[in-house]
């Protein structure tokens, strides 16, 4: 009996190891690129108070921005341009890129307020993902992304108005500053990364 069971065992962990040494190799689990910014390890937290990882997002295109929810006038218009670059794209090619936004206010905006955010503007929080982090990872975040910021004595933040787009891995393909309206070369980029 004990060598029909150690018998077994032998077989059926052969069989695992030709099946595993049959599997494609998942890109999303081996080592990043070295100018991936996903090396960078960030935690973040969403719009619904769940704790995530920047790093999150490898396997699929991503939209990167920073903002924060108390701006009445730039950041509005970053989420506006995110939203028209998105809608420039064929469905199916929509349907395979994310959108991350984290926000420079950490101590207002909570879950709630990105929330809250996420609904005025009605964005797809199937595919968006607003977010906060504590203080020493915003600025990490800010500096890996190339996005300057500074809080001023009245509470609100000077800062530069940036949509990036990262590859599957993490690597920046493209940026634009220009807000407001389409920036074509920028959404070029988008689609031949977001087609399959």
């Not at 300057?148 to 990262?166: A, E, P």
């Amino acid at each position: 009996m004990k060598s029909a069971v150690f018998l077994f065992s032998l077989i059926a962990g052969w069989l695992f190891a030709a099946t595993a040494l049959a599997q494609p190799a998942n890109p999303a689990t081996g080592p990043l690129p070295g100018d991936s910014v996903y090396n960078l390890d960030a935690s973040l937290v969403d719009q619904d108070g769940k704790t995530l990882r920047f790093a999150d997002g490898r396997g699929q295109p991503r939209l990167v921005s920073m903002f924060y929810s108390s701006c009445k006038f730039v950041c509005p218009m970053i989420i506006d341009t995110l939203r028209r670059t998105e809608r420039s794209l064929p469905d199916a090619d929509r349907k395979r890129l994310g959108v991350l936004m984290v926000s420079f206010d950490p101590d207002r905006d909570t879950p709630e307020a990105l929330k809250n955010v996420a609904a005025k503007h009605k964005v797809d929080l199937m595919r968006w993902t607003l977010a906060r982090a504590e203080d020493a990872d915003v600025r990490r975040l800010a500096a890996v992304l190339g996005i300057q910021y500074k809080l001023r004595d009245d509470g609100d933040y000077n800062h530069s108005s940036v949509m990036i787009l990262l590859d599957a891995e993490g690597r920046i393909v493209a940026r634009t500053e220009r807000m407001g309206e389409l920036d074509a070369d920028f959404v070029n980029a988008v689609k031949r990364v977001a087609a399959p």
